[in-house]
Nanobody, 120 residues
């Protein structure tokens, strides 16, 4: 019943900002039982957790990406967003949004993923 859908540009130029949106249907993102996460899969590093946002809007980021990552939300649209700045070709990969039960890493629902390529 709960569905997540990633959207955003599939091509980003180096040094620019990667921006994606996750639209959630079937449940509100302000539900206190869940965090909302961004995860990516790259050819070089495999599956990698990027960060998450709580029902209150508090954020947590991977230490390796924290300096470049910003996650926000639009509660009126039931969406949450990812911005990854200063991208390079190494950031190329498939980006997923997911629901995290109790913020404990139990990702019970995922979007289908969206390919993002960093290239000039």
């Amino acid at each position: 019943q709960v569905r997540l859908q990633e959207s955003g540009p599939g091509l980003v130029q180096p040094s620019q900002t990667l921006s994606l949106t996750c639209t959630v249907s079937g449940g509100p993102i302000i539900n206190r039982y869940y965090h909302w996460a961004w995860i990516r899969q790259t050819p070089g590093k495999g599956l990698e957790w990027i960060g998450s946002i709580t029902y209150k809007g508090d954020t947590n980021y991977s230490p390796s990406l924290k300096s470049r990552t910003s996650i926000s939300r639009d509660t009126s649209m039931n969406r949450f967003n990812l911005q990854l700045s200063s991208v390079s070709p190494e950031d190329t990969g498939v980006y997923y949004c997911a629901r995290d039960e109790y913020g404990m890493g139990n990702n019970d629902y995922w979007g289908q993923g969206t390919q993002v390529t960093v290239s000039s």
